[in-house]
T-cell receptor, first 111, second 113 residues
Framework: SQQGEEDPQALSIQEGENATMNCSYK?????LQWYRQNSGRGLVHLILIRSNEREKHSGRLRVTLDTSKKSSSLLITASRAADTASYFCATPNNAGNMLTFGGGTRLMVKP | DGGITQSPKYLFRKEGQNVTLSCEQN?????MYWYRQDPGQGLRLIYYSQIVNDFQKGDIAEGYSVSREKKESFPLTVTSAQKNPTAFYLCASSIDPTGGEQYFGPGTRLTVT
């Protein structure tokens, strides 16, 4: 069963615009992670936010976490064509021995 | 150059044959994982191992088998019992087996006809 669900499933924007994608999860967590996957490649870890954090930044990435709503958002500012990829959120299960990934948001940034 | 390698990148097999996918890491990570990804979908966990000589079933272990005889290696065998084996297979490792950041290999695309 999926713990995280991303929204929207697909997003198409122009270069320079901001992209926002959301993740909702079901059970309590101690962290939430975002990954990027370029077509046909492995996943790359972007950012990890802990349950006691509300916001975290890394370059053009901004992640927020609202544990009361069981949701997180990933904002990519000033998007570039190279940001075109699928983005996944992932959360540890209750036992903390595995990550559960959502279905992903497919982002297309048009030059 | 540290990382995770998976080989081969593309693999073709006839139905009814077992096939083994390789995963090697030189990151000195204790935990390793195998995921399956179908087109346009997220990742589903097949097996994971938190330490050498120990592994656990994930959500979709039926038709798959693994071994963990060395810290660096975690091969996955797709057996003939797996009813729909065509998929993209991803291996990952983590220094933190309690739900920390995972490092992924480039994946192996398996096609069974």
């Amino acid at each position: 069963s999926q713990q995280g669900e991303e929204d929207p499933q697909a997003l198409s924007i122009q270069e320079g615009e901001n992209a926002t994608m959301n993740c909702s999860y079901k059970t309590s967590i101690n962290n939430l992670q975002w990954y990027r996957q370029n077509s046909g490649r492995g996943l790359v870890h972007l950012i990890l936010i802990r349950s006691n954090e509300r916001e975290k930044h890394s370059g053009r990435l901004r992640v927020t976490l609202d544990t009361s709503k069981k949701s997180s958002s990933l904002l990519i500012t000033a998007s570039r064509a190279a940001d075109t990829a699928s983005y996944f959120c992932a959360t540890p299960n209750n036992a903390g021995n595995m990550l559960t990934f959502g279905g992903g948001t497919r982002l297309m940034v048009k030059p | 150059d540290g990382g995770i390698t998976q080989s081969p990148k593309y693999l073709f097999r006839k139905e009814g044959q077992n096939v083994t996918l390789s995963c090697e890491q030189n990151l000195n990570h204790d935990a390793m994982y195998w995921y399956r990804q179908d087109p346009g979908q997220g990742l589903r966990l097949i097996y994971y191992s938190q330490i050498v000589n120990d592994f656990q079933k994930g959500d979709i272990a039926e038709g798959y088998s693994v071994s963990r005889e060395k810290k660096e290696s975690f091969p996955l065998t797709v057996t003939s019992a797996q009813k729909n084996p065509t998929a993209f297979y991803l291996c990952a490792s983590s220094i933190d087996p309690t739900g920390g950041e995972q490092y992924f290999g480039p994946g192996t695309r398996l096609t069974v006809t």
